[in-house]
């Protein structure tokens, strides 16, 4: 070569030249070659400018043309009114969802209120049509029950609707976007004017112009695609109109640095890169701007049809989503404030009977992060198979850290905070494949919680099965660390068979707004919780309880934890249900028990407990639960009906073995308050007082086999080592105390009544030091062995002695009377709360019970109205226990803009509710820092006559979005509607 160059001369270097430039272009046509974007059109540029438009004409005058070129993409603010909807409804929104066409006209926007408006109409009543609406994505209500009058009716900000005379039923919805934005392409540049590919349909003299690489970058992906290279993006800030899709590629997308290569897609909607189908896709060094954060998140509600819906989507932007994609790599990728999921997968996904070639399968996140986004920060959306979230970030999460209705999922090595609960499961189906496949199958490792913002923990529920969470750190949490739950909704399984090992929960929280919660909480079958710490710093805190274990929970082990300074150390609890619809004497459907897989159980031969309050009223035995139409039936018949409260347990025991726990410094240090059974098991564990104020090491409520236990130190005043209570049938419980040894306690046993001890098997228990000899030693008073029982707080509702007027003012009322008032002072585990405050006051006439309350306001604090407990506002709980008058709980909530609804999910029904709700009625006032409210509650027609009824179990709370303070009357340990721990009101006659 060399010689022939030398020899032939120029001819010769052509010839090389255009040799090289055939291999260099040959070369760059091959797989994994790049494509730079710049080279196709995208500008990269945050350069904007304002301008003047001119109706219908395509020529704007800019003020400064900047870095824009021909054949680029522009977005223009202000000069492009449109109005674009859709009709929901009136049954499951998202199968029912079609173009509004002319359903509903709409007039009056200007653009002068805002660039984009999102406005959602629902109907919410029938004969006469009425219909709800907001104007901020369903955070508030504007209006409820409006009346349509089928002419035009005036919304916000200058908008008019006029619905069409068709038939309209409550759960349609309405949903229209109104934007002023002109998406367009330039054509033409002269001086200082452009000339757009589409005119502009209004005259303006303040549009802004803004770069829109949309179209430029969607060309080179489409151009790599067909050539089988990949894409770079320089360091640039790339503007979106909309999403950027990738379809059935093979294909990696990488920017020159994550922090300086920005897609932005603020002023559009839908994801920034949208993935379908395809294999071996990368996506690299990338960060996604939305327009939505936390502060201004979507609501979500229940339509008036009964149906869920998530109003995210009416204004929606994503980082990245996908479907059906295979091995996919997310890395070095960082979204900010997006409005619906961070990143989203769904798709085919592999069945028991099929096995689909584009199935949504082999996915990782690696170092990414999710940042002040108002949704799920990740949603691997029904079965997809192999996510894995590696060493990400998740620092503002609306919904969930992660939401996983998946198979095989890692969630590995994350640091998350200020974000909802990583789930594990959440597969709302009952499904063959779930049986044959199952779902939910997670490791959830080396994962740091820190208790900043929302704690949403990790949760297992619906569905979920082999699951291990193992060496977590939870840092000053303020919220439930671990919920293995077997809570089902109708469409969902019980989730079980989890391993909770080695991990250390700080449940310290010393700021505003201390939460109630639990260390790890188990009502899953098939659970192991082992070799944990869990601890509060310094004193014990009464809001904590560090295990709670559940029936009707069965084949539980916990075993070898360390629990510190808690209000609780470990609890056992019961489960309740109540009964939704009688079929026949034997058969009925009710609302709290986990619906069972077909394989399981199927609770034959469980005991259930008929309550009437918190008294036993009668036992019966489930004869089978049918999992098909999630019947119960009984043995024998029995005369029930809808409202009708129980318990079940299992009728030889839960198979609980719990052992070798450390449990110390705790207020209430162990409580088996459930029904157990022979084959419940507390033994080889260490109880001892520590530092706290604690009454009795071991309360024993249930039947329970307590052996091995060294049980020291309990030597206040009114202490004991055991303290034995009947169980829940009022029974003397025949257990088995075995080998104990109860040490330097002021009481070694404590009965609740007379012949507990003796009814019990005792064999090799030690007393050291307890009694007489501890008393003697330090000279304490005698302990009584009587148990006082604490009555339940009582609001009086006399008559009233003339009618009032329902206005919000409460100058009627003697408010001032402290025999007549409650006060809300204390949250709802009873810890005391400076400020702000609440009082209440109640009566009754022939019909109705009336109550007014009135709520102090934190300084400098504008109260936000919010229905469905989305603002400020007053809850009022209630029911009747008394026998032949059990009903259902009762749920009211009204906020500061003078509206209210009644919710159903304790147990009364969409009817009662409905009823409750239509015949209410509620008024507010407000005032320099305090606000008051007035209710008519129609009991009457609930069928609870004022005449008969003597008490209501009955609560009221308040929420303060001012440092999301919530104030109990009656602390529950829980919910506040949780009636049956609150307190009463007596209806005077």
Same mark, same amino acid.
């Given at each position: 070569?060399?010689?022939?160059?030398?020899?032939?001369?120029?001819?010769?270097?052509?010839?090389?030249?255009?040799?090289?430039?055939?291999?260099?272009?040959?070369?760059?046509?091959?797989?994994?070659?790049?494509?730079?974007?710049?080279?196709?059109?995208?500008?990269?540029?945050?350069?904007?400018?304002?301008?003047?438009?001119?109706?219908?004409?395509?020529?704007?005058?800019?003020?400064?043309?900047?870095?824009?070129?021909?054949?680029?993409?522009?977005?223009?603010?202000?000069?492009?009114?449109?109005?674009?909807?859709?009709?929901?409804?009136?049954?499951?929104?998202?199968?029912?969802?079609?173009?509004?066409?002319?359903?509903?006209?709409?007039?009056?926007?200007?653009?002068?209120?805002?660039?984009?408006?999102?406005?959602?109409?629902?109907?919410?009543?029938?004969?006469?049509?009425?219909?709800?609406?907001?104007?901020?994505?369903?955070?508030?209500?504007?209006?409820?029950?409006?009346?349509?009058?089928?002419?035009?009716?005036?919304?916000?900000?200058?908008?008019?609707?006029?619905?069409?005379?068709?038939?309209?039923?409550?759960?349609?919805?309405?949903?229209?976007?109104?934007?002023?934005?002109?998406?367009?392409?330039?054509?033409?540049?002269?001086?200082?004017?452009?000339?757009?590919?589409?005119?502009?349909?209004?005259?303006?003299?303040?549009?802004?112009?803004?770069?829109?690489?949309?179209?430029?970058?969607?060309?080179?992906?489409?151009?790599?695609?067909?050539?089988?290279?990949?894409?770079?993006?320089?360091?640039?800030?790339?503007?979106?109109?909309?999403?950027?899709?990738?379809?059935?590629?093979?294909?990696?997308?990488?920017?020159?640095?994550?922090?300086?290569?920005?897609?932005?897609?603020?002023?559009?909607?839908?994801?920034?890169?949208?993935?379908?189908?395809?294999?071996?896709?990368?996506?690299?060094?990338?960060?996604?701007?939305?327009?939505?954060?936390?502060?201004?998140?979507?609501?979500?509600?229940?339509?008036?049809?009964?149906?869920?819906?998530?109003?995210?989507?009416?204004?929606?932007?994503?980082?990245?989503?996908?479907?059906?994609?295979?091995?996919?790599?997310?890395?070095?990728?960082?979204?900010?404030?997006?409005?619906?999921?961070?990143?989203?997968?769904?798709?085919?996904?592999?069945?028991?009977?099929?096995?689909?070639?584009?199935?949504?399968?082999?996915?990782?996140?690696?170092?990414?992060?999710?940042?002040?986004?108002?949704?799920?920060?990740?949603?691997?959306?029904?079965?997809?198979?192999?996510?894995?979230?590696?060493?990400?970030?998740?620092?503002?999460?609306?919904?969930?850290?992660?939401?996983?209705?998946?198979?095989?999922?890692?969630?590995?090595?994350?640091?998350?905070?200020?974000?909802?609960?990583?789930?594990?499961?959440?597969?709302?189906?009952?499904?063959?494949?779930?049986?044959?496949?199952?779902?939910?199958?997670?490791?959830?490792?080396?994962?740091?919680?820190?208790?900043?913002?929302?704690?949403?923990?990790?949760?297992?529920?619906?569905?979920?099965?082999?699951?291990?969470?193992?060496?977590?750190?939870?840092?000053?949490?303020?919220?439930?660390?671990?919920?293995?739950?077997?809570?089902?909704?109708?469409?969902?399984?019980?989730?079980?068979?989890?391993?909770?090992?080695?991990?250390?929960?700080?449940?310290?929280?010393?700021?505003?707004?201390?939460?109630?919660?639990?260390?790890?909480?188990?009502?899953?079958?098939?659970?192991?919780?082992?070799?944990?710490?869990?601890?509060?710093?310094?004193?014990?805190?009464?809001?904590?309880?560090?295990?709670?274990?559940?029936?009707?929970?069965?084949?539980?082990?916990?075993?070898?934890?360390?629990?510190?300074?808690?209000?609780?150390?470990?609890?056992?609890?019961?489960?309740?249900?109540?009964?939704?619809?009688?079929?026949?004497?034997?058969?009925?459907?009710?609302?709290?028990?986990?619906?069972?897989?077909?394989?399981?159980?199927?609770?034959?031969?469980?005991?259930?407990?008929?309550?009437?309050?918190?008294?036993?009223?009668?036992?019966?035995?489930?004869?089978?639960?049918?999992?098909?139409?999630?019947?119960?039936?009984?043995?024998?018949?029995?005369?029930?009906?809808?409202?009708?409260?129980?318990?079940?347990?299992?009728?030889?025991?839960?198979?609980?073995?719990?052992?070798?726990?450390?449990?110390?410094?705790?207020?209430?240090?162990?409580?088996?308050?459930?029904?157990?059974?022979? %084959?419940?098991?507390? +033994?080889? #564990? !260490? @109880?001892? *007082?520590?530092?706290?104020?604690? /009454?009795? =090491? &071991?309360?024993?409520?249930?039947?329970?086999?307590?052996?091995?236990?060294?049980?020291?130190?309990?030597?206040?005043?009114?202490?004991?080592?055991?303290?034995?209570?009947?169980?829940?049938?009022?029974?003397?419980? %025949?257990?088995?105390? +075995?080998? #104990? !040894? @109860?040490? *330097?306690?002021?009481?070694?046993? /404590?009965? =609740? &009544?007379?012949?507990?001890?003796?009814?019990?098997?005792?064999?090799?228990?030690?007393?050291?030091?307890?009694?007489?000899?501890?008393?003697?030693?330090?000279?304490?008073?005698?302990?009584?062995?009587?148990?006082? %029982?604490?009555?339940?707080?009582?609001?009086?509702?006399?008559?009233?002695?003339?009618?009032?007027?329902?206005?919000?003012?409460?100058?009627?009322?003697?408010?001032?009377?402290?025999?007549?008032?409650?006060?809300?002072?204390?949250?709802?585990?009873?810890?005391?709360?400076?400020?702000?405050?609440?009082?209440?006051?109640?009566?009754?006439?022939?019909?109705?019970?009336?109550?007014?309350?009135?709520?102090?306001?934190?300084?400098?604090?504008?109260?936000?109205?919010?229905?469905?407990?989305?603002?400020?506002?007053?809850?009022?709980?209630?029911?009747?226990?008394?026998?032949?008058?059990?009903?259902?709980?009762?749920?009211?909530?009204?906020?500061?803009?003078?509206?209210?609804?009644?919710?159903?999910?304790?147990?009364?029904?969409?009817?009662?509710?409905?009823?409750?709700?239509?015949?209410?009625?509620?008024?507010?006032?407000?005032?320099?820092?305090?606000?008051?409210?007035?209710?008519?509650?129609?009991?009457?027609?609930?069928?609870?006559?004022?005449?008969?009824?003597?008490?209501?179990?009955?609560?009221?709370?308040?929420?303060?979005?001012?440092?999301?303070?919530?104030?109990?009357?009656?602390?529950?340990?829980?919910?506040?509607?949780?009636?049956?721990?609150?307190?009463?009101?007596?209806?005077?006659?």
């Amino acid at each position: 070569m060399r010689k022939l160059l030398s020899n032939e001369g120029g001819w010769g270097a052509a010839a090389a030249a255009l040799l090289l430039l055939g291999m260099a272009t040959w070369a760059g046509a091959q797989p994994g070659a790049w494509l730079n974007v710049r080279d196709v059109g995208a500008s990269g540029s945050q350069f904007e400018t304002t301008a003047t438009t001119a109706e219908g004409s395509n020529r704007i005058t800019v003020a400064d043309v900047g870095d824009f070129r021909v054949g680029q993409g522009v977005i223009v603010s202000r000069c492009n009114i449109r109005v674009t909807g859709n009709l929901w409804g009136p049954g499951e929104p998202y199968g029912s969802q079609k173009p509004l066409g002319d359903a509903v006209e709409i007039r009056g926007y200007d653009g002068g209120a805002g660039s984009w408006l999102v406005y959602l109409l629902e109907v919410d009543g029938a004969n006469p049509v009425t219909f709800r609406w907001s104007d901020d994505v369903a955070r508030t209500w504007k209006g409820n029950k409006v009346p349509v009058t089928f002419d035009w009716q005036a919304l916000s900000n200058g908008v008019e609707v006029r619905f069409k005379q068709q038939e309209w039923q409550p759960g349609h919805m309405v949903t229209f976007s109104a934007r002023d934005q002109l998406v367009s392409r330039i054509e033409a540049v002269e001086g200082s004017v452009l000339t757009l590919k589409d005119p502009a349909h209004r005259a303006a003299t303040d549009a802004v112009v803004r770069h829109n690489d949309q179209l430029a970058l969607q060309a080179a992906i489409d151009q790599a695609i067909r050539e089988k290279r990949n894409v770079y993006f320089p360091d640039g800030h790339y503007r979106l109109a909309g999403s950027l899709n990738i379809s059935k590629a093979a294909i990696t997308i990488e920017g020159q640095s994550a922090e300086n290569v920005v897609l932005d897609i603020s002023d559009g909607s839908g994801p920034c890169f949208a993935l379908y189908g395809g294999t071996e896709v990368t996506l690299r060094n990338f960060r996604m701007v939305g327009h939505t954060g936390l502060a201004e998140a979507a609501g979500s509600f229940r339509t008036s049809s009964g149906f869920g819906f998530w109003a995210c989507a009416l204004k929606g932007c994503n980082a990245v989503t996908m479907s059906g994609t295979q091995r996919v790599l997310i890395e070095n990728c960082h979204a900010y404030r997006m409005a619906s999921e961070a990143f989203y997968a769904q798709g085919p996904y592999r069945s028991s009977t099929s096995d689909p070639e584009q199935a949504q399968k082999q996915l990782t996140y690696l170092r990414c992060s999710v940042t002040d986004c108002a949704a799920n920060a990740f949603n691997n959306n029904d079965a997809g198979e192999n996510t894995s979230v590696l060493y990400c970030r998740i620092d503002g999460a609306g919904w969930h850290a992660a939401e996983m209705p998946a198979r095989f999922m890692r969630f590995i090595g994350n640091y998350v905070r200020n974000s909802g609960p990583v789930t594990i499961g959440d597969m709302s189906h009952r499904t063959d494949d779930l049986h044959n496949l199952g779902c939910g199958q997670a490791i959830i490792e080396d994962n740091v919680f820190e208790g900043i913002g929302r704690c949403g923990g990790i949760a297992v529920n619906h569905g979920s099965g082999q699951v291990v969470i193992r060496n977590n750190l939870f840092i000053n949490y303020n919220g439930t660390a671990i919920n293995a739950s077997s809570y089902t909704v109708r469409t969902s399984y019980p989730s079980n068979t989890v391993t909770i090992a080695d991990n250390i929960i700080d449940l310290t929280y010393a700021g505003e707004g201390a939460a109630g919660r639990n260390g790890i909480q188990v009502t899953a079958s098939n659970a192991i919780v082992a070799n944990n710490q869990i601890y509060v710093r310094g004193g014990a805190d009464p809001r904590v309880t560090g295990i709670r274990i559940a029936e009707p929970a069965l084949n539980v082990q916990v075993h070898d934890n360390l629990i510190r300074n808690c209000g609780t150390g470990l609890r056992t609890a019961r489960i309740g249900s109540s009964v939704t619809e009688v079929i026949d004497p034997q058969t009925f459907v009710e609302n709290g028990l986990p619906l069972e897989w077909r394989t399981s159980h199927l609770y034959r031969d469980w005991n259930v407990v008929w309550l009437a309050g918190d008294k036993p009223l009668g036992l019966s035995v489930i004869e089978a639960f049918d999992p098909e139409t999630l019947r119960f039936r009984l043995r024998e018949p029995r005369e029930t009906k809808v409202g009708d409260r129980f318990e079940v347990f299992p009728p030889s025991g839960p198979n609980w073995d719990l052992r070798g726990n450390t449990i110390t410094g705790c207020n209430v240090p162990v409580v088996l308050d459930s029904y157990g059974g022979e %084959t419940a098991r507390f +033994r080889d #564990n !260490v @109880i001892s *007082r520590g530092g706290a104020d604690a /009454r009795n =090491a &071991i309360e024993v409520r249930g039947r329970f086999t307590l052996a091995g236990n060294h049980i020291s130190g309990f030597d206040g005043p009114d202490a004991a080592g055991l303290a034995l209570f009947p169980d829940k049938l009022g029974n003397l419980p %025949t257990n088995a105390y +075995r080998e #104990n !040894v @109860i040490e *330097r306690c002021t009481q070694a046993v /404590r009965e =609740a &009544i007379p012949g507990l001890w003796e009814a019990a098997i005792r064999q090799g228990n030690e007393v050291i030091g307890c009694g007489a000899d501890l008393a003697k030693a330090s000279a304490r008073p005698e302990i009584s062995a009587t148990v006082q %029982t604490v009555e339940r707080p009582k609001l009086r509702a006399p008559a009233l002695p003339k009618p009032v007027k329902v206005d919000g003012k409460l100058d009627e009322w003697p408010m001032a009377d402290t025999k007549r008032t409650m006060t809300l002072a204390v949250g709802p585990v009873g810890e005391p709360i400076a400020e702000p405050r609440a009082f209440a006051c109640a009566a009754h006439d022939a019909d109705n019970l009336y109550l007014a309350v009135r709520c102090t306001i934190p300084k400098g604090h504008k109260p936000t109205p919010g229905l469905n407990w989305q603002g400020d506002g007053i809850e009022v709980s209630f029911r009747c226990a008394e026998p032949g008058l059990s009903t259902p709980i009762f749920l009211l909530w009204g906020t500061t803009d003078g509206t209210f609804n009644s919710s159903p999910q304790k147990g009364a029904s969409a009817e009662q509710s409905g009823l409750l709700e239509t015949k209410t009625t509620y008024a507010v006032q407000l005032a320099e820092g305090e606000w008051s409210c007035e209710w008519r509650i129609p009991l009457k027609a609930l069928g609870l006559d004022p005449g008969k009824v003597r008490t209501l179990l009955f609560n009221v709370g308040y929420r303060c979005l001012a440092g999301d303070v919530w104030l109990a009357w009656v602390p529950t340990g829980g919910a506040i509607c949780e009636v049956d721990s609150g307190g009463e009101l007596t209806i005077d006659r």
